[in-house]
């Protein structure tokens, strides 16, 4: 049922519309950030075209349908060919798709072809779920446009993406799509408290720094978040040192940049990004809402030592390091260069 889906009202009132008046498109594109539950709202409308007791027009979520629809068959044991498959869930009516080395190929595209002209095998409908739908290559995406315009009835496609300008023209023109919003700290701290997740302080934390998405409200690892946290922290206490602390700044860019470490780049620079936010937001306002509450004293009192013109250059130099993260470049350099760039403010 579509009312244990955490947020995105507008969302479900258009899938039941759509059920309701029996016209599910045959592509549907759920366009959104990564992680706030797009796919749960997928497999939402799978068990209901599919359901063997269904209330109304929605799932029972207790049937074994309902059931075998969450479940999805293990990867192939051969990793070279897993490209070349459709994920099965236990129902042989829905089907899964995703990237393999961040590209969804054209094998991949030409077997959903293939299946969306098949009559269901036991339900009354055939979903495919194609998640990261814009990581389709050229030759995949021209396998999916045929795939579109010849879909059967009783099939359906959904693409998930949170970058719908990269998908082809031609491929949005031929889906209905369907916008997902962050959900709000408080959905997700309900959430994690309700479905006994998380709990008190870390549920309020981590509802905070996952930023409406829910699916990473419940991957994080507070730990290891606190402690990237605190070498962030060290960053931007010797950036607003009275003289930035450039020693201290090169061995942070140092540790940063570790090539052993590589994992951890980006989201440290969503951390440190996060918190010099925090900062710039505080000396503005001292009441105001911040990602990380739990150490509002701290951030004051940095707040106090930082100018907002300072605040917004460091952060457009991080945007534009992040940016350049598509290009091979020398992660340790860039990192000496953005940490030595920001201290020269």
């Given amino acids: 049922m579509f009312d ?4 995105n009202q507008r969302a479900k009132d258009t899938l039941r519309r759509m059920l309701v008046g029996r016209r599910v498109p045959g592509a549907l594109l759920f366009a959104g950030e990564d992680a706030i ?5 997928a497999l939402e409308l799978a068990k209901a075209r599919n359901c063997l007791a269904p209330a109304g027009v929605e799932a029972c979520d207790k049937c074994s349908s309902c059931v075998r629809i969450t479940h999805f068959a293990d990867a192939p044991a051969d990793r070279s060919d897993d490209a070349k498959h459709i994920i099965w869930s236990e129902h042989r009516d829905v089907g899964l798709v995703r990237a393999e080395k961040n590209i969804i190929k054209v094998d991949q595209a030409r077997e959903l072809e293939r299946e969306t002209n098949f009559r269901p095998h036991e339900g009354r409908a055939r979903i495919f779920i194609i998640e990261e739908a814009d990581r389709l290559n050229p030759q995949a995406s021209n396998a999916l446009l045929k795939a579109l315009e010849e879909i059967a009835p009783t099939s359906h496609l959904i693409l998930l993406t949170a970058r719908p300008a990269n998908l082809l023209t031609t491929i949005r023109s ?3 799509t369907i916008r997902f919003a962050p959900l709000t700290a408080e959905e997700i701290e309900n959430y994690l408290v309700r479905n006994k997740r998380r709990a008190g302080e870390e549920a309020r934390l981590a509802a905070h720094i996952s930023r409406g998405r829910l699916g990473l409200a419940l991957s994080l690892n507070l730990d290891a978040y606190r402690e990237g946290r605190e070498a962030m922290l060290s960053i ?3 950036l607003t040192a009275v003289q930035a602390d450039r020693v201290r700044l090169l061995r942070a ?3 940063l940049g570790d090539a052993k470490r590589k994992d951890d780049f980006e989201p440290r620079l969503d951390v440190l ?3 010099i936010r925090d900062a710039w937001l505080l000396s503005l306002d001292p009441a105001t809402k911040i990602v990380n ?3 509002r004293d701290r951030l004051t009192r940095l707040g106090a ?3 907002s013109g300072h605040a917004a250059d460091w952060m457009a130099r991080i945007q534009e390091l992040r940016g350049q993260l598509a290009v091979n470049i020398n992660r340790r350099v860039a990192t000496d260069a953005l940490l030595l760039s920001m201290a020269s403010r």
Avoid: Y
Avoid at 37 to 41: D, I, P, Q
């Fill in 4 to 7: 244990r889906l955490v947020g």
């Fill in 37 to 41: 539950g797009k796919k749960l709202f």
């Fill in 236 to 238: 931007l206490d010797a």
């Fill in 293 to 295: 509450e739990d150490i």
């Fill in 305 to 307: 030592k930082l100018k």
């Fill in 273 to 275: 990004e996060t918190l």
């Fill in 253 to 255: 860019a140092e540790d």
């Fill in 174 to 176: 031929r889906c209905q």
